[in-house]
Every structure is written in structure tokens, then in C-alpha cells.
């Protein structure tokens, strides 16, 4: 689909599963350099009970670049979000956020008169580590290359290490989302370094807490018990405040959760569907 920056237009790409004309859409948005790709396994198992669409944020996969790269920042994404939601033709979504897809759909959340209905923060909250930033600052925008597939898979499983424990398949399955072969034979990052340039180390934790505040609809945050971004005081005042959300620690993860296994899966269907009338 076709979107608008104030430098011009981009494509956003995205994959659908399940029936086109199911009025219950699920909208799963990936961290700051994944893909769509990363819920292929969500997806699968939620496809015969919602519509489920998976973007590429711009920037990242099978989407366009954009023209200015300090235009890689949540308002930006947020427009593009509502563009998909007008192309679905449908008035309300749930929305599944790892990262910072959750920061898009909090702030998608938090505006007057918004589609969303349900929301799933997964890694996501008002107040973002800086150790973490730090963390994320030492890779991103790097454009690291590999002569093959098993030397990607090394690098990956170094840099996404806090996601826990996966099979061999599913780390091959995280590094295919996650590089491209170029024509001459490269593994490269499906993502334009350029997001760097928007990506900054405050001095001191970011704090969206007005933001969170104006979320009313029900949500569910999912906190990697490792986790260096978000901390166990600010998951607990999540609970207290805004949409007083509920909250599920995942053991033995930090940051984040991939949504891959069977019982992180299990507690999002079970959020989405629970009231639901079917």
C-alpha cells in the first residue's frame, strides 16, 4: 500500500493470514529492526479466529525507505498504521506490539476516537530503559555483512540472546526474517541503517507517561522477566494506572518475548478472546 511522509510517498508492505472478509482484524507490529516475518508463528495459530496483518514498518523488510531519514519515529508510523487500518476497511482492530511496534500501537491507543480495542504490549511501556537504548544503540544502523546463512545465524543469536532459549529451526527462522542475499551474494540486515539517525541515548530513562495514561481500552503488557527495558516498578504502575493493564512475566526471557512458543502464544489468544462473542 501507498503511504505519505512530509517528503514524498513510500510503500508499505504487509502479510495477511486468514479470511479477508473476517471483521476481526489483529494487527502485530515488530521490534525497531525485525519484520513482519517474526509472527509467522502467532499468525498461524490466531488466523481462524482473526484476520491477522503483519506490516513492515518503514524502513524495515519488504518496505520502502524513507526519503528523510529523520522521519523514523513514532509519529510517522503511527500515520502509516492508520493508512493500513483505512486499506483494511474496517473500524476497530486488536493490536499485538513487540517493542517498538507496542510504542506505535500505545500511541495509536492513546488518540481520541481510536480503532483500537484490544492491546498487547509485549516489551513495551511509558518508560524505556536507558541501559537498554544503550544496548540497541550499539547495533543499530550498523549494516553488518556475511558471506552466509550460518554466520548471520551466529550474529543474530549473539545480539537477540535476551529473547531465551529457541530450537535451532527457530533461530534459522529469526535470521531468514532478519537478512536479505543481495545480488552478489551477501547477507545483509532487511532494515535501512538510516533509522539510526532518529535513534538517540537520552541522558536519562524516556518517560511517555502521558501517553500511557490516555489508553482506555484493555491491555495486556508482556514483561521478559530479564528484561533491561522494561523495569518491574514500571510494569507494576502499569497496572495502577491508565488503562490499568494486566500483567504476565515470561520466565527466563528478557527482552522480549518472540511469540514463537506455545504458551506465550496461549496467553495472547487467550486475552484477545476472552468476552469476545463468537
Known amino acids: 500500500m501507498q503511504c505519505a511522509s512530509p517528503k514524498g510517498l513510500h510503500r508499505i508492505a504487509y502479510l495477511e493470514w486468514g479470511d479477508p472478509r473476517n471483521r476481526d482484524v489483529l494487527v502485530c507490529v515488530h521490534g525497531l529492526t525485525r519484520s513482519a516475518q517474526d509472527f509467522d508463528s502467532l499468525a498461524r495459530e490466531l488466523c481462524s479466529q482473526f484476520r491477522v496483518v503483519c506490516p513492515d514498518v518503514a524502513g524495515r523488510g519488504d518496505s520502502d525507505r524513507l526519503a528523510d531519514p529523520m522521519l523514523y519515529a513514532v509519529p510517522q508510523y503511527v500515520a502509516d498504521m492508520v493508512t493500513l487500518i483505512a486499506r483494511l476497511?474496517?473500524?476497530?482492530?486488536?493490536?499485538?506490539?513487540?517493542?517498538?511496534?507496542g510504542l506505535i500501537g500505545m500511541a495509536l491507543a492513546?488518540?481520541?476516537?481510536?480503532?483500537?480495542?484490544?492491546?498487547?504490549?509485549?516489551e513495551a511501556g511509558p518508560v524505556i530503559g536507558r541501559a537498554a537504548l544503550e544496548r540497541m544503540?550499539?547495533?543499530?544502523?550498523?549494516?553488518?555483512?556475511?558471506?552466509?546463512?550460518?554466520?548471520?545465524?551466529?550474529?543474530?543469536?549473539?545480539?537477540?540472546?535476551?529473547?531465551?532459549?529457541?530450537?535451532?529451526?527457530?533461530?534459522?527462522?529469526?535470521t531468514e526474517s532478519w537478512v536479505r542475499k543481495g545480488d552478489d551474494g551477501i547477507y545483509r540486515p532487511r532494515y535501512d541503517p538510516g533509522i539510526a539517525a532518529a535513534f538517540a541515548v537520552p541522558e536519562k530513562d524516556l518517560e511517555l507517561w502521558l501517553i500511557y495514561d490516555a489508553v482506555r481500552c484493555p491491555t495486556l503488557v508482556l514483561r521478559g522477566e530479564l528484561s533491561?527495558?522494561?523495569?518491574?516498578?514500571?510494569?507494576?504502575?502499569?497496572?495502577?494506572?491508565g488503562p490499568k493493564a494486566r500483567l504476565?512475566?515470561?520466565?527466563g526471557v528478557g527482552h522480549a518475548p518472540t511469540l514463537m512458543h506455545a504458551d506465550q502464544i496461549a496467553i495472547?489468544?487467550?486475552?484477545?478472546?476472552?468476552?469476545?462473542v463468537r
Do not use: C
Open 110 to 122: 492513546a488518540l481520541a476516537a481510536t480503532p483500537v480495542r484490544k492491546l498487547v504490549l509485549n
Open 137 to 174: 544503540a550499539a547495533y543499530v544502523g550498523l549494516q553488518p555483512e556475511f558471506p552466509d546463512m550460518a554466520q548471520a545465524e551466529e550474529y543474530v543469536r549473539r545480539i537477540s540472546a535476551p529473547f531465551g532459549r529457541h530450537s535451532d529451526a527457530e533461530w534459522r527462522l529469526l
Open 228 to 241: 533491561d527495558l522494561l523495569s518491574p516498578e514500571t510494569a507494576a504502575q502499569m497496572t495502577r494506572r
Open 248 to 251: 504476565v512475566e515470561i520466565a
Open 89 to 101: 476497511d474496517v473500524e476497530a482492530v486488536h493490536w499485538v506490539g513487540t517493542s517498538m511496534g
Open 268 to 276: 495472547v489468544r487467550d486475552f484477545l478472546l476472552e468476552g469476545e
